[in-house]
Nanobody, 115 residues
Framework: QVHLVESGGGLVQPGGSLRLSCAAS????????MGWYRQAPGKERDLVADITSGGSTNYGDSLKGRFTISRDNAKNTIYLQMNSLKPEDTAGYYC?????????WGQGIQVTVSS
């Protein structure tokens, strides 16, 4: 069992920035993908960005340029730098880890963009 611990959410004004972190409780030696998804009330959970253990990245529609995902394999941690935040970025943000036939989710962290 792998646990994912998210941090860094909160309330920010439009145009502001936040950095989310997600730490995995174990080192995964096989190929894996870690990422962030978000879900607003009444909407589906959508990909924000993910990154492979080799460093390849993938972004959800229209987010690349404002959001940047990165990872530190030595710390089993990924980061999501979010800039120029908009009210429509308000959602629960969920960390995800996939490897082999396993799929893990964090508990989620709230990001609210409001003046």
């Amino acid at each position: 069992q792998v646990h994912l611990v998210e941090s860094g959410g909160g309330l920010v004004q439009p145009g502001g920035s936040l950095r989310l972190s997600c730490a995995a409780s174990a080192t995964i030696f096989s190929f894996n993908v870690m990422g962030w998804y978000r879900q607003a009330p009444g909407k589906e959970r959508d990909l924000v960005a993910d990154i492979t253990s080799g460093g390849s990245t993938n972004y959800g529609d229209s987010l690349k340029g404002r959001f940047t995902i990165s990872r530190d394999n030595a710390k089993n941690t990924i980061y999501l730098q979010m800039n120029s935040l908009k009210p429509e970025d308000t959602a629960g943000y969920y960390c995800n880890l996939r490897f082999d036939n396993s799929n893990y989710w964090g508990q989620g962290i709230q990001v609210t963009v409001s003046s």
